[in-house]
């Protein structure tokens, strides 16, 4: 056992939006924290903390999941994809991300990273979805600043956008 591990903190690695990461967690450190905190991050955000409001939603292994509902250590190995991985590779806005520009789906933006994470994972399974549909999909995000209006929109034009890309 190292000093770190008699420590209390257990090494935890794992790909980041493509890249190696690693870092150091206690067995209860939560997947959020260690992505804000002992990587840098920020761009997942936290609210409740406890599986509700769904800011804190990013890609493990291509599902959606609630990373304040996921210790650290579990991750070990895992694919995750972060708000900070959505642009295309010249730094342009990704589909998703130019629709919710163009449609102002979003005010002060707390709840947007999740709410992007959630959509990104459903228009993968569902390209050509329905209004409803998105609804639902999204029924796990909250927004705090109430757009969902312009949120579905959003949703709406980039499957469109998506759909049109991949044709
Ligand atoms: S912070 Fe994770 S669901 Fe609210
Ligand atoms: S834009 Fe403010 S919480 Fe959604």
Do not use: W
């Amino acid at each position: 056992m190292t000093k770190m591990e008699r420590a209390g903190r257990y090494p935890v690695e794992f790909n980041l939006n493509g890249e190696p990461v690693d870092g150091f967690a206690s067995p209860r450190m939560l997947l959020s924290d260690f992505l804000r905190h002992e990587i840098g991050a920020t761009g997942t955000h936290v609210g409740c903390e406890h599986g509700v409001c769904g800011v804190c939603t990013v890609k493990v292994d291509g599902k959606a999941v609630r990373s304040c509902l996921m210790f650290a250590v579990q991750a070990e190995g895992a694919e995750i994809e972060t708000i900070e991985g959505m642009a295309e590779a010249d730094g342009s806005f990704s589909a998703l991300q130019e629709a919710f520009h163009q449609n102002f789906a979003l005010q002060c933006g707390y709840c947007t990273p999740g709410v992007l994470m959630s959509l990104s994972e459903f228009l993968g399974r569902n390209p050509d979805p329905t209004e409803d549909e998105v609804k639902v999909a999204l029924s796990g995000n909250i927004c705090r600043c109430t757009g969902y209006h312009e949120i579905v929109q959003a949703a709406m034009d980039a499957a469109k956008a998506i759909r049109e890309g991949a044709a």
